[in-house]
């Protein structure tokens, strides 16, 4: 952005001649941030409805604030109206002071009486903070500032039209040596990724779907491991681009071969499917009365933090117990996908998942036993277990897909773009926690979530395909193409009788499912190209790119790249010029210092530039 800026800069004087100006403007910058074409609201906070004016907490003075002080957001609610020009995307910014809690603190914002919680950091001068990429209906919307924990102080508050990076990722893997399968799949995963959505369906594991199997299927629609795929089928008339399976069963305690792999191997041979993989190992829930090699019944393990005494941090400290068992579930683990590697089938392969949980940073929301030593320690395991299947077993089909949430300490979770190649989040938020307009219980939650989607793709600069690798609801069409969420894929989990998934209509609305999978924007399995041989023909994300030294056009004078010249323009231009190369404390808009803004400071503007270059 800065070189094309720049370039604009270096052009401007001959097209700002050409403009026509009105004859006068104020100069504030709350008009400058009205003039903009992307901001839509701009208050002092202090003057919203609820609010009172503050000039200090209690003995504490913060100078630098605008107006005539700041809104403390302590007992009382803070509301405000903002009028959309359109459905879409928008962002939320403030100038906030935090001084109660050095590790955040939560703030909670309501849009439309859908809430959204996130931690201001510590900051005891004026900074800027982001409530985030939030949708906005075409009319008048209410937003309040809740008083949940609070007392954040807040100057302003701004709303504009979200400017949503571009998706368009480089398909280079973290396996340096992945096979050439592996490659074919990541090239086409890329190229799809933005502008499709691959369907994806979870297959139950264990024995499959039985007689007794409490889910509503009997009689020709009981198939097994293949009832959700069959009903996919019979209703929407295709079968899903994306199968998912589980290595749970092979395991050093209980295992049992349920015949996962030679499945796998089918759906991405004989069918042209895509798999992918997430790995439920177990522990034993008496790891220390263990003995390494033993068989213990499956009732006597647990995936579950709070039913083992496995200690977590040792299983990354070679020469310990926990570290040799963990060596001897990859070893199992490895055994299988070297046959898929030899079958010439990719995986996006999806372990050790949901580390998190709730939010934390020492294992203490985690929902898995490998979380629940927390942030440092989960991050080695995942990177031993890469390690370990790539160096030690020469397993190099796999597309490594990490779960990540959206919480203020996520980003201290992952492990490391070089260690990752895609980032998923697990949608489960069916009757409640709802942001598409609809009361909750009104019926399944088809939003797309889209202010989770660009927290991930902002978790990793837009490097790494973003997923939903579970989900319950699969977002109607309409609300991924108003809020831009454009996931990866998505994947149903299977249905089990207490949550059918799939094919209860609390969770997906068989129509709206329907006009999914109908649709050009899903891509089903008989859409899917020979991807194992597929070339990519994705363009370097960067134009400055020195691999791709072609810059981008530029229209002169142009500074807000909106096709269009106007008096916008020479106020944006001389923002740029005082952030990046002025410190002077003036009127942003007023070029020759007189105190008003006119004609002149145009000309003011081109012997600047005449003078810099």
Not at 15 to 41: C, D, H, Q, R, W
Request: glycine share 8%.
């Amino acid at each position: 952005m800065k070189s094309i800026m720049q370039k604009a800069a270096a052009l401007a004087v001959s097209g700002v001649l050409t403009m026509g100006m009105a004859a006068s403007l104020p100069v504030s910058y709350l008009a400058l941030a009205e003039a903009e074409s992307n901001v839509i609201f701009h208050a002092e906070c202090e003057e919203l409805e609820g609010a009172t004016l503050w000039t200090s907490i209690y003995a504490d003075e913060f100078p630098g604030y605008s107006g005539e002080g700041f809104a403390y957001l302590t007992n009382e609610t803070i509301s405000f109206e903002v009028e959309a020009p359109e459905d879409g995307m928008y962002e939320f910014t403030t100038r906030c002071v935090q001084i109660l809690g050095e590790d955040g603190r939560e703030q909670t914002i309501a849009i439309n009486g859908s809430e959204y919680m996130m931690k201001m950091p510590y900051a005891n001068t004026w900074t800027d903070f982001s409530f985030g990429i939030h949708r906005l209906k075409k009319g008048t919307n209410t937003i309040q500032l809740l008083p949940k924990y609070g007392y954040g102080a807040y100057d302003t508050i701004t709303v504009k039209k979200a400017e949503l990076p571009e998706l368009n990722v480089q398909p280079t893997l973290s396996d340096a040596d992945a096979t050439k399968e592996t490659q074919g799949l990541m090239n086409y995963l890329c190229d799809v990724y933005g502008e499709h959505m691959l369907s994806g369906q979870q297959e139950i594991y264990g024995g499959g779907h039985t007689e007794d199997s409490p889910n509503g299927y009997s009689g020709e629609d009981l198939q097994g491991y293949e009832t959700e795929f069959e009903w996919i089928k019979k209703n929407f008339g295709d079968y899903p681009a994306i199968r998912g399976f589980d290595y749970m069963n092979y395991n050093p305690l209980y295992g049992w071969d349920d015949g996962t792999t030679e499945r796998i191997i089918e759906w991405g041979t004989e069918r042209n499917g895509i798999p992918t993989v997430c790995w439920h190992i177990n522990v034993p829930k008496k790891f220390s009365d263990y003995t390494l090699g033993d068989a213990v019944g499956w009732q006597d393990c647990t995936y579950k933090p709070d039913e083992t005494d496995f200690d977590t941090s040792q299983a990354v400290v070679e020469g310990t117990k926990e570290y040799e068992y963990f060596q001897l579930a990859i070893a199992d683990l490895a055994e299988q996908l070297a046959l898929v590697q030899d079958a010439g089938v990719p995986i996006i392969f999806r372990p050790l998942h949901e580390a998190e949980g709730n939010s934390n940073l020492d294992g203490s929301g985690s929902w898995f036993w490998w979380g629940k030593a927390g942030a440092e320690v989960y991050k080695q395991l995942w990177q031993l277990l890469h390690t370990t299947l790539t160096e030690k077993y020469g397993i190099h089909n796999l597309i490594w897909e990490y779960n990540s949430y959206d919480y203020s300490t996520s980003p201290s979770w992952y492990p490391g773009d070089e260690w990752v190649d895609i980032v998923g989040y697990d949608k489960y938020n069916c009757i409640y926690n709802r942001h598409d307009g609809k009361p909750s219980g009104s019926g399944p939650n088809e939003d797309a979530i889209s202010g989770t989607f660009y927290t991930l793709v902002d978790l990793t600069n837009g490097k790494k395909l973003v997923s939903m690798p579970e989900n319950d609801t699969v977002p109607s069409l309409d609300n991924i193409m108003v809020e831009q969420a454009n996931w990866l894929y998505f994947c149903i989990w299977y249905d089990n009788g207490s949550d059918n998934f799939l094919s209860g209509t609390n969770n997906n609305d068989p129509e709206t499912l329907k006009e999914m999978y109908q649709s050009d924007y899903c891509i089903t399995l008989s859409e899917l190209p020979d991807w194992k041989n597929y070339t990519s023909t994705v363009k370097p994300t960067d134009p400055t790119d020195p691999t791709n030294p072609t810059e981008p056009d530029v229209t002169v004078g142009d500074m807000d790249n909106n096709g269009v010249l106007n008096v916008v323009d020479p106020i944006l231009m001389r923002r740029y010029l005082l952030d990046v190369h002025v410190e002077l404390d003036v009127a942003v808009a007023d070029w020759n210092e007189d105190g008003e803004f006119s004609l002149l400071d145009l000309i003011g503007l081109t012997k600047f530039l005449l003078r810099k270059s």
